[in-house]
């Protein structure tokens, strides 16, 4: 039996497949446990980018999207112990600001925040990675979190919707004018693959390569990958030239719940 892993969507190369501890003192306001955020050393920085990276042991494959893709999952939030702390972008987080932290959305990504408990819902714009919990699809800033009603409750279940995606150095929340003029889709220089497939078991993984390998003029190519106390293994097609080509060959729809990953 095999199983396809559909896209939804902290992630890219924000931390260079380097492991970070968690930090004693930080606190996740929607989590006891505390160890789910923290913040990079100094020397070891660097700006996220679409690059895989890994944090606790788990590889995180950023991916590209499009306006109007949705996802869905449970949103949480964080503040003051991270209020002025770097975030993965290199921006200093500020929780009064619309900002959010998502594993694998690009950085600056506009996404409508809705909660489905209350019907509210906010924009705010990526520039962090996280929140590093299997069940949670995105952190919100403090602000974020106060315009949805779920400071109280601490998590909600949210569906995300892609806006549009700001330029580099642009820090404030489009307008729906502004938001008209954004580019509908992440367009990005580098290789890419169109991930088909994800076993808990190599047997699964080598029949699916074998099968799919040549497809198309494609190649097809198995990653190892180890996190959250399990081994995965994913199949990906390779060879396309560039984003645009993965994804027009995504749209053919050969492959269900397959999505478009960026290689190293």
């Not at 980018?49 to 939030?77: A, E, L, N």
């Not at 925040?113 to 929140?131: A, E, L, M, Q």
């Not at 642009?170 to 497939?197: C, D, F, H, V």
Request: aromatic content about 12%; proline content about 5%; charged content about 25%.
């Amino acid at each position: 039996m095999f199983s396809f892993t559909a896209c939804s969507t902290r992630g890219p190369g924000a931390y260079r497949s380097y492991n970070y501890a968690p930090s004693s003192s930080a606190k996740n306001y929607s989590d006891d446990s505390s160890a789910y955020r923290t913040t990079p050393p100094k020397k070891k920085y660097s700006k996220a980018t679409m690059r895989p990276y890994v944090v606790h042991g788990r590889k995180y494959y950023p991916q590209v999207v499009s306006v109007g893709d949705t996802f869905k999952g449970i949103s949480s939030w964080y503040g003051p112990n991270f209020h002025g702390k770097f975030t993965s972008n290199g921006e200093r987080y500020n929780m009064w600001a619309m900002t959010a932290a998502h594993k694998t959305l690009p950085m600056n990504t506009i996404v409508r925040v809705t909660n489905k408990r209350n019907g509210k819902s906010t924009v705010v714009r990526i520039n962090d990675r996280g929140p590093f919990v299997s069940t949670r699809i995105i952190d919100l800033s403090k602000a974020a979190a106060s315009k949805i009603n779920m400071i109280g409750t601490g998590t909600a279940p949210v569906t995300l919707e892609v806006l549009g995606f700001e330029g580099k150095g642009k820090r404030n929340i489009p307008t729906k004018k502004e938001l008209k003029k954004l580019p509908q889709k992440m367009s990005l220089s580098g290789k890419y693959a169109i991930q088909i497939g994800s076993f808990s078991k190599i047997q699964g993984a080598l029949s699916t390569q074998e099968k799919y390998d040549n497809t198309d003029g494609y190649k097809t190519i198995i990653q190892d990958v180890n996190g959250d106390g399990r081994r995965m293994f994913k199949v990906w097609l390779t060879g396309f030239k560039g984003e645009q080509e993965a994804r027009d060959y995504k749209a053919h729809g050969k492959f269900k719940n397959a999505f478009i990953v960026r290689e190293d």
